[in-house]
């Protein structure tokens, strides 16, 4: 069983962070979407609202390969959360190279602190999804943008409910 975790902050979900579920879904049996408590940012909505968002999304998402995919929210190490999955991969999304660099040093962090056998895996971003990031889609809704073509119809709703 290949368990994977994508960890991140997902404040909201994008079709950036669907592209990489579905792409990894192919290395995969199991990925467990972390939404982290903690991540040195002040989030739009909760870890719960999240997580809502997320399944909502997943559930209307078609996988291109057997997999199952669960949510779930922690406040730990991210390294004390995989050993509770037994996952012994992490997944990351990588949009350009400026990216790299705290990716990188984030992922010699983690196999520094784990006792286990962890890897990270790194999926380049599709060049569609290049420019889509949480952060500005929060901005553009914000300020009465479109936002239809970055996130799926449940972060749509979710940011009409909310700004
Ligand atoms: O999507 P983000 O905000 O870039 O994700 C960052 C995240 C959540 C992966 C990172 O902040 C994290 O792993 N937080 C959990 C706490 C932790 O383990 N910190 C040490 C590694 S930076």
Redesign the pocket.
Known sequence: MRTAVY????DPVTFGHLDIIKRASKLADRIVIAI?A????KPLFTVPERIEILNATLEETELPAPCEVVVEG?D????DFMKKHKAQMVI?GVRQYSDFEYEAQ?AA??AK?SDRDIETVFLAANPEYQAIASRFIKQVAQLGGDVSPFVPPPVIAALQGRL
């Not at 960890?7 to 997902?10: C, I, L, N, Q, Y």
């Open positions: 960890p991140g902050s997902f982290a903690h991540s040195g940012k922690f730990t190490l991210l390294i990351r984030m962090l983690n602190l």
